[in-house]
């Protein structure tokens, strides 16, 4: 029994002996007032259980993804207060919810309240924006269930964790010199070259294929004549190989143009998307750390539809500073994709520390293309050029956020 | 060129985009700004209220001249200037200026005894100056601590933490026992008075403090929580009734203690006459210019002149001959003009003041932080047990056609547990399995011979026929003829008493198996 208690009982009596309504008026209404504390924060927490629930676990810059929390209080007692703070992530935006300083430091809180009747089970529907790209966690949630007088109560952490990624936008890319193929080789619609034990498919007829190319069950199931397709005995590959460091010097220093840093994550989202339509095999290395305790983001070429969330949710968890030199990532890639394969380097620095590795690789057999992103980019480019390297410039007009079309000038 | 600065700033503060729904709900709690400072007032009024009645009433042996009232009037002036100066300074109210107010309300309060007074003015007059002095300040020497209450009331500015503050005073609830013993040791005869002022300021006190303390906090985590307590009934209708409650406890127990009735009475509306009185005082303030327009407007007007009242017509037969004639009342003219502005002020102030009011609430309850939810009782499984049974008894029991008569039967065997059709059971498929489980043999050992079941008809094949026209009738929207109808109630009766039997025959079994 704590002190007040004792106190408030031995005033009771007192009141009584000594015939003085007050001092039993005062003391009652303590062990009352004091009783609903205690008893809230005895039971308050009992068939209390506490739900969050993503509608997805990815998003694409600018959107929005639903988030349910459930609350429900199984038992009699009605809750006057229960609060859930959520500790989140720097960057988490919770529509119409303020993001609280939390005291986890470098982290932040959002608030949620209700007031549950006996049984009562509540959906709150809130919504998380991807204001920034980046991997956010939710969690741990801290619930407190306050007396009618709102003071706390009793509290519980629950730890459980949940993360999304907020994957970079991504537009179309427009090259502005077709002929000269900045970006790399294109898939021919019909290959020279063709696999005829890989079939891949039927197309309409075209004046001029040869009869045995032509898919006579399928011209006879849909009535129009129809040809086969074959895949290339070797189809084209590329490797989009970004620089994440946006500040020239040491990479250690780990200092952050954000701005520079957001474009070239949508830059190589772009690329990557535009890539795999015209059926190129893509993709992704970077030296920064993407949440896993590889120090290089490394995605293999591959086609089909999933290889763009994958190149897009790797851009999504990138961190902020670089994990490793570039040169290092560059010297590595001759050991991890054939010789022949495009590698696309985008940049937004000067390339001259890691030419010598790129004329290496050029002499090995790799198709290097050196994309430098930035408006003023021709001097940059100027020493690449020289040494034979092709060069491309990129822009994002306005800017990143804005911008309908990543250009591409080479 | 930045390299992701870590937030700043103590826990609660807000942060980010989301700004944007603490400002929006900001602007609609105009109501609370009034409510809780209020409620400040009141708690430090009636606790303070409380000391002067045990001190003035107690050792000074004088008379309680300031009631609960006066303190928490005190109070909220203080609230009030505290408020005011910070939103005029955006610094804080001066301190000299608090405490010059203080020491003018403490002076007031001294001198509100005529006592006191008309001691102080007998010193100031000359003579026995000391002795007047003394006897002045003896007097109504509490009534200072109505500046006490201004310097408290001062503490609660718009940055204070009202739920903490009001809190902490609540936890220290047993100090009111303090000036309840000295005024109970040092009363004597005033005891009685002692007692019903007391009372009334404590009751005040602790129902203030409870509303105080829940609302400021529910305020606080209102603009970042999703929290607002005036769309929020359940909670004011918790708070309402624990405190009621909390009361209707405490009072009749104080009543045991001796407490009179009166007293009692009188420290239940105690509350509500502060809060009248502060409402009072409020529309006084308001009304008194309004007042005055309407008296300089009332001279302007051209004052109705003497009008003849009418005079009783005498009787024909007295003679007279001649009628006199009639004079008005003259304050007749001036009632209808008073009443005619007075209704004209009240139109001109609905037109003006509905659309703004509306405005203003529209504003409160507009697009805030409040997030869409769906709110929903789920009760635990065994309260739900009583109700489903009782839905299925609505049931027809005596069916007319096939169809029902098939109902009838699921009906029959839904407290079978093998029998009962599954959820995932197709009515065939679940006719399949009753087959299966050779319940429906004809030549069941026990079964009533005298029964039409086993002899002429096969019941698996009653089982299939009567599943048939439920499929027919169900699913592929047929109506069956009278004579189908007929024999699928047939069907019905013969398998229910072979089904009822095999049930009655397995709840035994059960019954046994658990003994």
Redo the contacts between chains.
Sequence with gaps: MSG?TV??IA?VAA??L?????????????L??HG?GRLTARIGLRGVTYERRLGRDRMVWGDEIPLDLVV?N?KLL?L??L?AEEIVS?GV???????????R??W????????L??????????WL?G?RRGRFVLGPTRITV?D????DAATIRLEREQAYVVRPRTVPVLERAPARAPLGHRRAPAGIFEEPTLFAGVRPYRPGDPPRRIHWRATARVGVPTSKRFESPRSREALIALDVQT?AGPYWR?????ERLEELAVAAASLARSFLRDGVSTGLAAAAHTGRRERIAWISPRTGPAQLALIADALGRMG?APSAPFEHLLASVPRRVPPGTAIVVLTSRDPGPWSATLRRASAAGYDIRLVILGGGAGPVSRPARRAGIAVAVATLEPDWRTADALAVVG | ????P??????????????G??ERASSGHRLTDVVVPALDAIVEGSWIALVYVSLQLGPAHGAAVLGLLAFVVAAAVGVAWARWADGATRRGSPAWATWVLALVAGAAGWLADPAARAALASALAGGAAFADLEAAISANIAGWLLGLAVLRGATHGPGSLD?ERI?AM??R??L??IP??L??AFARDDRPAF?AA??VA??TF?GAA?LA??L???ES???????DWRR?R??VV??GG?IVA?LV???P???????PPGTLLDAMWAPFAAVAGLLGLVTAAVAAPILGGLEAVLRVLPTPGPTRSPVPIPPLDSGAGTVAAAQADPRVGLTIAILALVAISIAVVLLVARPAARRRRDRATGPG?A??????????RGLLHVPALRLRARRRSSPTTAAEAYLALLDDVADDAVLARRPNESPRAHARRIRSLGVLAPDEPGSARGAPTAVDHDPGADLALLVADWELARYAGRTLSAAEDRRGVSRWRRLRAIVGRGSRGRRRTAGDGTR
């Design positions: 007040p106190a408030a005033l009141g009584f000594l015939g003085a309504p007050g001092l039993g008026l005062v003391a009652i209404v303590a009352l007032v609903l429900h199984d009605p006057p207060l609060v720097q935006v919770v529509r119409d919810r303020d993001a609280l300083v939390s005291e430091p470098g932040l809180a959002v608030r949620n309240a209700w007031t009747a006996w049984y009562e089970r509540v959906v709150r529907h809130l924006v204001d306050a009618v007088f709102g003071r500040v780990r200092d952050v143009d954000e902020p | 060129m930045t390299s992701a870590p937030p700043k700033g103590r826990p609660g503060d807000a942060h980010g985009p989301g700004r729904a603490a739920d809190g609540l936890d609830i047993l009111l026992a309840w013993a005024g109970l007692v007391a009372l404590t009751l602790v409870l303390v829940g400021a906090r529910l985590l209102g603009t970042e929580a999703g929290v929020n359940a909670w918790i708070v624990v909390i406890v405490s009072v127990a104080a009543l045991l203690t001796g407490a932080p997030a869409p939810e769906e709110r929903a009782i789920v009760l635990p």
